[in-house]
């Protein structure tokens, strides 16, 4: 149960960023620099609450998977 959410949390968020910021954020930009240097300062600027959210998430279901191994584990 936990596995599947903490996969679909981080693949919404991805699908978020590749929406919204186009190439603009990836390592060879979209082709044109000043549209990326402005998607870049939105990013760092915008997604602050969304990726603590992310991280917070991913951190309960990484709690819950660990509880999980060590119940199955007894």
Known sequence: ???PICA???QDTLDH???RYE????VGGSGTR???IY???EWSVREKEKLQHLRDKLQYGVQ???LLTSLAAE
Not at 23 to 26: C, E, T, W
């Open 1 to 3: 149960d936990a596995l």
């Open 8 to 10: 679909s949390l981080i």
């Open 17 to 19: 960023f590749q929406t």
């Open 23 to 26: 190439n603009s954020l990836s």
């Open 34 to 36: 000043r549209k990326d």
């Open 39 to 41: 998607k870049r300062i």
């Open 64 to 66: 819950r998977l660990a």
